[in-house]
T-cell receptor
């Protein structure tokens, strides 16, 4: 089945540690997105990529980094510079009729 | 100023009621508009796209006013299963997709 796979489902970060959230899609979509969602709030755009080897900052990129070396993969690294990383992270890609396809999310918590 | 702003809610309505949500966007170059629905701690699902002429899908009607940079969603004859958070989404000129903060709807028996 085609779709977006995010892993892990739950992730714990220690103080000063970088962690990487995985996002893989087999939908052959060009554009991919990372969002952060805090409790009771909407999705905030972290980074997005329109094509391989290209990505742009969203509204809250500070403390995060991404890469897009392959069309299928768009990993997000939460660096130690992100002082408040606890949140639900959603990866998405965009398909026909501009519909966003989402992964099932990663809940990141700080130990 | 946020690029996409929504009524904060929450909206608590009885079954059968009509409820309307509003959303404004700041970027006049925005190209496409959508309403998504999100159930608790799950990924958002596309409810409907919003077209310039307005569009309807069963009990749901969406409207767009480009001059006022405003979109709306009307739900008629609310059902218990409509309880969710409704998210306004705007696509910018660089394929950036931005969400509003969401409006929570609870439909009560």
């Amino acid at each position: 089945d085609g779709g977006i796979t995010q892993s892990p489902k739950y992730l714990f970060r220690k103080e000063g540690q970088n962690v990487t959230l995985s996002c893989e899609q087999n939908l052959n979509h060009d554009a991919m997105y990372w969002y952060r969602q805090d409790p009771g709030q909407g999705l905030r755009l972290i980074y997005y990529s329109q094509i391989v080897n290209d990505f742009q900052k969203g509204d809250i990129a500070e403390g995060y980094s991404v890469s897009r070396e392959k069309k299928e993969s768009f990993p997000l690294t939460v660096t130690s510079a992100q002082k408040n990383p606890t949140a639900f992270y959603l990866c998405a890609s965009i398909g026909g009729r501009e519909k966003l396809f989402f992964g099932s999310g990663t809940q990141l918590s700080v130990l | 100023r946020k690029e996409v702003e929504q009524d904060p809610g929450p909206f608590n309505v009885p079954e059968g009621a009509t409820v309307a949500f509003n959303c404004t966007y700041s970027n006049s170059a925005s190209q496409s508009f959508f309403w998504y629905r999100q159930d608790c701690r799950k990924e958002p699902k596309l409810l409907m796209s919003v077209y310039s002429s307005g569009n309807e899908d069963g009990r749901f009607t969406a409207q767009l006013n480009r001059a006022s940079q405003y979109i709306s969603l009307l739900i008629r004859d609310s059902k218990l299963s409509d309880s969710a958070t409704y998210l306004c989404v705007v696509r910018g000129g660089r394929n950036d997709m931005r969400f509003g903060a969401g409006t929570r709807l609870t439909v009560k028996p």
